[in-house]
């Protein structure tokens, strides 16, 4: 499959089109800006790390039932994906409170929630991906019916349930990942962009100590190493 013409550069990834209109390649980015606007950074080996981890991920929930745009890895920063018309919705789902809802809400960070909680971002950037309710969602059209919201949080949900035991075996906390979908050619509702530290949060279950990208944020240290890390207990449990 060759790479052809940019379709789209987002702030992790970059989409290049191919011979098949209904296939991309999604390259993984080193970039290390979109953590903090205010922080720029490159991280040689991050978009790889990436990359494996994704795959890895998107087979494991593949497993058990839920539908992704991958289609094959083609390469250590390369996958190959179906094209999907993605839906401009990020759906956040937290186990425990830290980041933007300990701040907004003043729920003390590390507090373990009652419930798995999931909410939705307008996925736009230059609104600065604003949280959104059910009725914000209909309101512009970003999805068709009430149903649809239904789905996004039931998926949801049921990833959230596959990875939280999936890590804990690996003593890793998930402790809150935002995942995106988009509609195939079909109309089916897949699992698309990606699942890894850039869009997780992973801490440690003895230590607490951040393996994602809060470590640039925060200026906790090497986010390769952390990276690595995260990879070497999917892969070797």
């Given at each position: 499959m060759t790479k052809g013409a940019l379709l789209y550069e987002g702030k992790g990834k970059k989409l290049f089109l191919t011979e098949d209109e209904?296939?991309?390649?999604?390259?993984?980015?080193?970039?290390?800006?979109?953590?903090?606007?205010e922080k720029?950074?490159?991280?040689?080996?991050?978009?790889?790390?990436?990359?494996?981890?994704?795959?890895?991920?998107?087979?494991?929930?593949?497993?058990?039932?839920?539908?992704?745009?991958?289609?094959?890895?083609?390469?250590?920063?390369?996958?190959?994906?179906?094209?999907?018309?993605?839906?401009?919705?990020?759906?956040?789902?937290?186990?425990?409170?830290?980041?933007?809802?300990?701040?907004r809400l003043g729920i003390k960070d590390g507090t373990v929630l009652p419930f798995t909680l999931v909410e939705f971002y307008y996925k736009d950037d230059t609104l600065g991906d604003p949280l959104l309710n059910d009725e914000h969602c209909l309101m512009l059209s970003l999805v068709k019916s009430e149903s649809d919201?239904?789905?996004?949080?039931?998926?949801?949900?049921?990833?959230?349930?596959?990875?939280?035991?999936f890590f804990a075996e690996r003593k890793l906390k998930l402790v809150d990942f935002k995942v995106e979908f988009g509609a195939d050619k079909e109309g089916n509702i897949l699992l698309a962009d990606e699942i890894s530290p850039d869009s997780c949060r992973f801490w440690d279950i003895d230590t607490n100590e951040k393996l994602d990208k809060d470590r640039f944020r925060q200026g906790l240290g090497d986010v390769k190493i952390a990276y690595e890390e995260v990879l070497k207990r999917i892969l070797n449990h």
């Open positions: 209904h296939l991309l390649i999604s390259e993984f980015k080193d970039d290390l800006t979109a953590f903090n606007a720029r950074g490159n991280e040689a080996g991050k978009g790889a790390l990436n990359c494996k981890i994704s795959t890895q991920l998107f087979h494991l929930l593949e497993k058990h039932g839920i539908k992704t745009h991958l289609v094959k890895t083609l390469d250590d920063t390369h996958q190959l994906v179906k094209k999907v018309s993605i839906i401009p919705i990020e759906v956040v789902v937290r186990n425990i409170a830290t980041g933007s809802l300990s701040k919201l239904e789905e996004l949080k039931r998926l949801g949900r049921e990833i959230n349930s596959i990875m939280k035991s």
